[in-house]
């Protein structure tokens, strides 16, 4: 009787080697990576560069900013500051508050009743209407100042509030249309379906269901709509002299003849304080608006 022995089975020894392209996958990621890292900060500081150029010369002398070769070792001096707020600054700051504040609550109360008409139940001809508003974006600003300083002048608005306000309403009122309408446009048909068997009607529906959704992408569209009314400048030189807002106020340190560098870039920054600090409060909101939609 023979007795058969099957062989014994040798235990599978780990592969290691299936560590190694791992790893250099992984190295071929970092090493890819890092050129577009490079770049990337590159071109941070190019885009920056300008605003530290402004605050390196508020802090400097009329005779050291205005020196054809860029100083960058001097004695910081403050004196520039005390003079912006003794020139009338707060009334310009509050008629660029009031202007921008008031301007994007109408723009977003029209926007976003349009943009539904376009996104969610769309009237006729919605794509005709949609680049009508956008169309308005193309026309040259400076081709409509004369007819738009004559209609003020008769109107009795020119040097007031009322028309930069009006102004802003037509410069960012297609902006918002088009930024709102493609967020409608990712909100799921069956949220709206669910709410109508739910038994809400339209505007409860948008009240409480698709605002709510939506929510980022609305501080997205007001604070780009804030800024855009803040900086702007060409209607307020153009439709007003003394009641304006505050990129008018710094023109007001351009004087001819003498040294005012380092006053107007001191200015410039008290003007740009409010947006950057706006920008970073609503930092969260207005990457989550922007990227609204990006990923399903």
């Given at each position: 009787m023979t007795v058969t022995t099957s062989p014994q089975t040798q235990p599978v020894a780990e592969q290691p080697a299936a560590e190694i392209p791992r790893r250099k996958r992984h190295r071929t990621k970092d090493t890819a990576s890092w050129p577009v890292a490079v770049l990337g900060w590159l071109g941070s500081l190019i885009l920056f560069s300008p605003v530290a150029y402004m605050l390196l010369k508020s802090f400097q002398t009329e005779t050291d900013a205005a020196s054809p070769v860029p100083k960058l070792i001097f004695k910081p001096t403050f004196e520039h500051y005390p003079e912006v707020f003794g020139q009338g600054f707060w009334a310009y700051a509050g008629n660029s508050i009031a202007i921008a504040v008031i301007s994007t609550v109408v723009v977003l109360l029209l926007a976003i009743p349009a943009a539904y008409a376009l996104a969610v139940r769309p009237v006729r001809k919605a794509q005709d209407s949609l680049f009508f508003f956008i169309s308005t974006k193309m026309m040259p600003v400076a081709a409509a100042i004369i007819p738009v300083y004559i209609v003020a002048q008769q109107l009795g608005l020119l040097n007031t509030v009322t028309v930069l306000i009006i102004m802003h309403l037509g410069m960012n009122l297609p902006l918002a249309i088009w930024m709102i309408r493609s967020f409608l446009q990712e909100v799921p048909g069956e949220v709206l379906e669910a709410a109508a068997m739910d038994g809400a009607g339209r505007l409860?529906?948008?009240?409480?269901?698709?605002?709510?959704?939506?929510?980022?992408?609305?501080?997205?569209?007001?604070?780009?709509?804030?800024?855009?009314?803040?900086?702007?400048?060409?209607?307020?030189?153009?439709?007003?002299?003394?009641?304006?807002?505050?990129?008018?106020?710094?023109?007001?340190?351009?004087?001819?003849?003498?040294?005012?560098?380092?006053?107007?870039?001191?200015?410039a920054t008290v003007v740009s304080v409010p947006v950057v600090i706006l920008g970073w409060i609503c930092q969260r909101s207005l990457v989550r608006g922007l990227l609204f939609g990006a990923v399903k």
């Open positions: 409860r529906a948008m009240r409480s269901i698709v605002l709510p959704l939506i929510r980022p992408g609305l501080w997205s569209t007001a604070l780009l709509c804030c800024v855009f009314s803040w900086n702007e400048y060409f209607y307020a030189v153009n439709l007003t002299t003394t009641t304006s807002s505050l990129p008018l106020f710094m023109q007001k340190f351009l004087s001819f003849g003498e040294l005012y560098t380092a006053q107007v870039a001191a200015v």
